[in-house]
């Protein structure tokens, strides 16, 4: 089956350094993969939109400046948080979509210290 | 897409059906009815989904009404592994559109 692998699974890092979130899509391409961030108690929250060789869509109030998203190959999107400030610690969760069906990476839990 | 409606949570006993119920009174003809879960702190896992026809997986059985307003996800045989969150998603199959999450429902399996 779909199998999409996100790394790390967990970061600590200090306030003002970036962090880079990895999501691979292991045995099928992805044209198109969609980065969620997640409070705590809090349902998924879709960030953006991220399209192979183009420019990601961000949702609204999602700043495109400290969410960098690239996606530069049919089976790697990354996410760089940067300038990172505790309000962003969170959990962030990566999909892949594949003819309709949808599959999520294991998620990253990052911490801002 | 249209908007769904999930109590916020429900508790099951541990080996009985557990019938989770999602209103979609708005959904259109090319929607599908999808259902994910959340076990704590991991990514969604898909559970199934239809159209207008009942489902079923080895997973779970999804059952929608003649007017495809509702639907309901049944657990056949409940397990304490099963406790998380569930989400139903109405969502077109055209293309790669997004996936967006309510707030589901947060069921609990006891022992």
């Known amino acids: 089956g779909a199998v999409v692998s996100q790394h790390p699974s967990r970061v600590i890092c200090k306030s003002g350094t970036s962090v880079k979130i990895e999501c691979r899509s292991l045995d099928f391409q992805a044209t198109t993969m969609f980065w969620y961030r997640q409070f705590p108690k809090q349902s998924l929250m879709l960030m953006a939109t991220s399209n192979e060789g183009s420019k990601a869509t961000y949702e609204q109030g999602v700043e495109k400046d400290k969410f960098l998203i690239n996606h530069a190959s049919l089976t790697l999107s990354t996410l760089t948080v940067t300038s990172a400030h505790p309000e962003d610690s969170s959990f962030y969760i990566c999909?892949?979509?594949?003819?309709?069906?949808?599959?999520f990476g294991s998620g990253t839990r990052l911490t801002v210290v | 897409d249209a908007k769904t409606t999930q109590p916020p949570s429900m508790d099951c006993a541990e080996g009985r059906a557990a019938n989770l119920p999602c209103n979609h009174s708005?959904?259109?003809?090319?929607?599908?009815v999808y259902w994910y879960r959340q076990i704590h702190s991991q990514g969604p896992q898909y559970i199934i989904h239809?159209?207008?026809n009942n489902e079923t997986n080895e997973m779970a059985s999804l059952i929608i009404t003649e007017d495809r307003k509702s639907s309901t996800l049944i657990l056949p045989h409940a397990t304490l592994r099963d406790t998380a969150v569930y989400y139903c998603i109405a969502l077109g199959i055209q293309g790669a559109q997004k996936l967006v999450f309510g707030q589901g429902t947060r069921l609990t399996i006891n022992p």
């Open positions: 999909s892949a979509n594949r003819g309709g069906g949808y599959t």
């Open positions: 239809g159209l207008k």
């Open positions: 708005t959904i259109s003809g090319n929607e599908y």
